[in-house]
């Protein structure tokens, strides 16, 4: 790779951080289509790219929020369940969203992304708006459940992990 290559990469990992970290998106709606437009990678590598480069981000995010003692341990407790249950259906997801990246053509993959961008572009404008309804029960456990599992195969597939 020629140094401007490597210059481009440094600028997209920082601006990816930068917006991981802010947002708390994983940084894959910037990441991705930067390495797209600056990287000229395709889409799969962009994906794959994208769950390489998450991974030490978020720990690095979450370490300084917690550091900067934004919650403690007995602001989350509450949540540890649905935390453990969304992390297990992602998971499983995960499995469903990697299958799906080694059988689908770039091209099918970029239109998929190009359309969650734009719906999760939509949601934050609030043209789109969906009700929020406090679920309870075996409905929120459900609704953890397919959240989870939807997110889990959103990652592996297309790398945009939990945030969008």
């Known amino acids: 790779m020629n140094p401007m290559h490597w210059v481009t990469?440094?600028?997209?990992?920082?601006?990816?951080?930068?917006?991981?970290?802010?947002?708390?998106?994983?940084?894959?709606?910037?990441?991705?289509?930067?390495?797209?437009?600056?990287?000229?990678?395709?889409?799969k590598r962009a994906s794959v790219?994208?769950?390489?480069?998450?991974?030490?981000?978020?720990?690095?995010?979450?370490?300084?929020?917690?550091?900067?003692?934004?919650?403690?341990?007995?602001?989350?407790?509450?949540?540890?369940?649905?935390?453990?249950?969304?992390?297990?259906?992602?998971t499983a997801g995960t499995f469903l969203g990697s299958y799906l990246l080694t059988r689908l053509r770039n091209n099918v993959m970029t239109i998929i992304f190009a359309i969650v961008l734009v719906v999760v572009g939509m949601k934050m404008m609030r043209i789109v708006d969906l009700p929020i309804t406090p679920y309870q029960g075996a409905v929120l456990w459900a609704v953890l459940v397919g959240t989870g599992f939807l997110a889990g195969t959103g990652n592996a597939l297309l790398g945009i992990g939990g945030g969008a």
């Open 49 to 90: 790219t994208t769950l390489a480069v998450s991974l030490p981000a978020v720990f690095v995010g979450l370490a300084t929020y917690v550091g900067a003692r934004n919650f403690s341990l007995g602001d989350i407790e509450p949540y540890m369940r649905s935390w453990l249950v969304l992390m297990a259906a992602a």
């Open 9 to 43: 990469l440094v600028i997209i990992g920082l601006l990816t951080g930068g917006s991981s970290a802010f947002f708390g998106i994983g940084g894959s709606a910037v990441l991705i289509p930067m390495l797209l437009l600056l990287g000229r990678y395709e889409q």
